[in-house]
């Protein structure tokens, strides 16, 4: 099975918007203590994954939805925020593939200036 946030990491670090403020430093999961990350980069991690189940659905057909939290962070706020539009511009209301998987849709709930990021905790 294909992992969705591998999948996710490439489509947005392969996006010329969001690559021209991070290049490829973009981080799944945790972000590595061993090798400190430079600002600004991406951080993402599953929030939730839920299957649609359905009863005459044949086994291991079941479609799934996944949420992640996806974090632009930069020490500088104007980067961070174009950052946040550049992510949610790659990713907005998107169809298509994503690496080996079909996207039915991708859509943002949020953006915050406010938040407190989990990818630096």
């Known amino acids: ?12 670090i392969a996006n010329a918007g969001v690559s021209a403020i991070v ?10 203590q061993a090798d400190i990350v430079e600002t600004p980069y991406v951080w993402l991690g599953r929030s939730q994954r839920r ?3 359905t009863l ?16 632009g962070i930069s020490d500088d706020l104007d980067e961070s925020q174009r950052l946040g539009e550049a992510i949610r511009s790659a990713l907005e209301c998107y169809r298509g593939t994503m690496g080996t998987q079909a996207v039915k849709g991708v ?7 406010q938040y407190i990021p989990r990818g630096t905790l």
């Not at 969705?4 to 490439?10: M, S, W």
């Not at 430093?25 to 972000?31: E, F, L, M, P």
């Not at 859509?107 to 200036?113: G, T, Y």
């Open 23 to 32: 290049g490829s430093n973009a981080c799944q999961g945790s972000v590595p």
């Open 56 to 71: 005459d659905s044949p086994v291991g057909a079941a479609s799934d939805e996944e949420w992640f939290d996806v974090e």
């Open 107 to 113: 859509f943002v709930d949020d953006q915050d200036d």
């Open 51 to 53: 299957l649609d189940r």
């Open 1 to 12: 099975m294909a992992d969705t946030a591998q999948n996710l990491r490439a489509f947005l």
